[in-house]
């Protein structure tokens, strides 16, 4: 029964030592104020994700007619959202409204277009 009684006394006054430091902490740790600036900080502004227009001299396509025709000097019929691009004479391209309209087809390549398979 001594054993029980020293027991349960060394826990409770490992219990309260316990709590003690804890308290101690706590009321150290909000009593550590950190330093506020005297005025607030000025962030940069953030990059711009969308890509800058290009002069109109270097640009190489031009929008395609009301009606999906390509102007005389742009034959090449280019989609957005397939990302491919129709030449004269091909499968798809008298049935292709076209987005935009490129000069040769190397220019819509270099604009990230990719060839119709057919």
Not at 1 to 6: A, G, L, Q, V
Not at 28 to 53: C, F, I, M, Q, Y
Not at 107 to 117: I, P, Q
Request: proline residues 11%; glycine residues 6%.
């Amino acid at each position: 029964m001594d054993s029980i009684r020293t027991a349960l006394r060394n826990t409770f006054v490992l219990v309260m030592l316990a709590a003690t430091i804890g308290a101690a902490l706590s009321w150290r740790r909000g009593r550590v104020t950190t330093p506020t600036p005297a005025t607030a900080p000025v962030w940069p502004p953030l990059p711009s994700h969308e890509p800058e227009p290009l002069p109109v001299s270097e640009q190489t396509w031009v929008g395609a007619n009301d009606d999906g025709s390509t102007p005389t000097t742009h034959p090449i019929k280019a989609k957005d959202a397939s990302g491919i691009f129709h030449s004269p004479g091909g499968r798809f391209y008298d049935r292709t409204k076209a987005d935009r309209c490129y000069p040769t087809a190397a220019a819509a390549e270099a604009d990230g277009y990719r060839r119709s398979k057919s």
